[in-house]
């Protein structure tokens, strides 16, 4: 028998999450502030506020589960902490009344030693900024009564995503057969996951109980550097490997001094100066979901970027 749930946001993210419940024969009711999201006969698109526990109650009726995937508005540490607290609170007290657990997507944002290999049972304390935002967003959920689901991945690609290192950064210039540039260091290792991964470890630890109350990480591959990550979606493309330069960190940091963006994307940049590696490998035997191959992954995301013209 299909099954009811909920998806909060139509970003990325919440999409995928979307089309793959709606592809398994489940009704899906997609809730954000401009009612969009997949065109699909079982998808339900609701137009309304993730902060609204009135609406949230009604939306949230029958739901097995809610897939609460909105961001920020602005990729600052002052929009988040204005808007995500309270939405989230929001959510977890109307899914506590239907009886629905919440399944959250998450960053490696709050892991408090990031030079390590980062595994679920890392500690998750970071202060300061938008890492400590992510981190007071995770002792929330954990504080609260209602069951609750934080699925983590690295820096995501694939269809879809275009505002991110591993998109509209990479994929694009690449398809237009120009130079990549790149941030921090193309030759450091980092944890790049696949959309699709995420949004299918985040569906199979909502349909098992044992798996709630905790912090899993999305399957992801080997970590590789961003230079191999492009070389990666030239070769899905039919090119030759382009040529791949680094933006050094201090030039972001100086441009910081007049640049809120420049000042934004510094703060996270020690992601990508060292080693940014995540392990997979328990939540991978616990959920059963192995990382989808690069060469595949890398296929799907040019086809994608192609289809969009």
């Not at 991110?164 to 057969?177: K, M, N, Q, S, W």
């Not at 109350?213 to 979606?233: D, K």
């Amino acid at each position: 028998m299909s099954e009811t749930f909920v998806v909060t946001g139509a970003g990325p993210v919440g999409w995928t999450v979307a089309g793959q419940l709606a592809g398994g024969g489940n009704r899906v009711r997609v809730l954000t502030r401009s009612g969009s999201g997949p065109t699909h006969p079982l998808v339900e698109r609701v137009a309304g506020d993730a902060r609204d526990a009135s609406q949230l109650r009604k939306v949230f009726a029958g739901a097995g589960a809610v897939f609460h995937c909105i961001h920020g508005s602005a990729y600052t540490a002052a929009t988040w902490e204005a808007e995500l607290p309270a939405a989230e609170q929001a959510v977890m007290e109307a899914a506590q009344e239907t009886g629905a657990v919440v399944v959250f997507p998450e960053s490696l944002y709050s892991y408090s030693e990031p030079h390590r290999v980062m595994t679920e049972s890392s500690l998750r304390a970071a202060a300061g900024g938008k890492r400590g935002v992510r981190t007071e967003l995770l002792q929330a959920r954990e504080a609260s009564a209602t069951p609750t689901v934080s699925v983590v991945a690295g820096d995501f690609f694939g269809p879809r995503v275009r505002m991110a290192h591993g998109g509209e950064r990479i994929v694009a210039p690449i398809l237009a057969g120009r130079n990549v540039s790149v941030v921090g260091s193309a030759r450091q290792p980092h944890s790049f996951t696949y959309i699709a991964d995420l949004a299918r470890a985040m569906i199979t630890a909502a349909g098992m109980p044992s798996a709630w109350n905790a912090v899993w990480h999305a399957p992801t591959g080997t970590a590789i550097t961003q230079r191999e990550l492009a070389h990666a979606f030239a070769a899905a493309a039919g090119q030759a490997g382009p040529k791949v330069r680094a933006l050094p960190g201090w030039i972001l940091r100086a441009g910081g001094i007049f640049s809120t963006d420049a000042r934004e994307l510094a703060e996270t940049l020690y992601q990508f100066e060292k080693p940014f590696v995540m392990d997979s490998s328990l939540s991978e035997a616990a959920l059963g979901i192995a990382p989808t191959p690069l060469p595949e992954a890398a296929a799907a995301t040019v086809e994608w970027w192609r289809q969009q013209g």
